[in-house]
């Protein structure tokens, strides 16, 4: 099961944004830009990116914002200062519970890698194209916006659960087995014979007494 990394970062923010009204459309929108320009942004280097999600640098998390509301492809309803406060407000959201993810679940780099990569399938379907055009999504241009069910917030922290423990099963350490040297394989069927002719030779002595 895939930890919907988008249904959970929707439901935080709108825990969050809840004064300032958000409508849930407009929320799902925020949250596929921003989640969606991280996912971009971690395909091109996934190295930096990794680093900026731990040092949560501001003017970095401006930046991303900045790209996303100046790009040709933008077409929110937002004003753009607005647009950018949010977007900055998001991703800071989401750098923040990415971290918490990465330290909560011991994920490392290649962790995070497994599970932003499989956040595209989740959110498939849940934009416009022009969302995918502005944060250089571009896989998922030609994607129906459909509805999908909603998830509470304790499915997702279920799922969050479930994908901790998978990942830390992984760092057991597998039970060490002996290596059978190839000489025993050799000398088995002799010491068998062995033993049997002495059970026979035991056999026939205790007949002989009767």
Known sequence: MTFDLFQYFTEQTQLQQHRHEFPYTLNL????????????????????????????????????ARHLTTSRYNQSTLQPAALEMFLEQIIHLQFGELKQLDRVG???????????????????????????????????????VT???????????????????????????????????TWSKIVEPVVALLVLGYLYCAYTHLTALH
């Open 29 to 64: 929108e925020l949250n596929a830009l921003a989640l969606g320009k991280i996912i971009s942004t971690w395909q091109n280097n996934a190295t930096a990116l990794y680093q900026e999600i731990q040092q949560q640098d501001p003017l970095y998390i401006q930046d991303l």
């Open 106 to 144: 011991k994920l490392g780099q290649r962790g995070l890698n497994e599970l932003l990569n499989r956040q595209i399938d989740c959110l498939s379907g849940q934009a416009e194209d022009w969302v995918w055009q502005t944060n250089q999504l571009i896989v998922l241009i030609g994607s129906k």
């Open 147 to 181: 509805t999908h069910p909603t998830a509470s917030i304790d499915a997702t922290i279920q799922e969050f659960h479930h994908m901790v423990h998978s990942h830390q099963d992984q760092h057991v350490a597998e039970p060490i087995v002996a290596k059978v040297p």
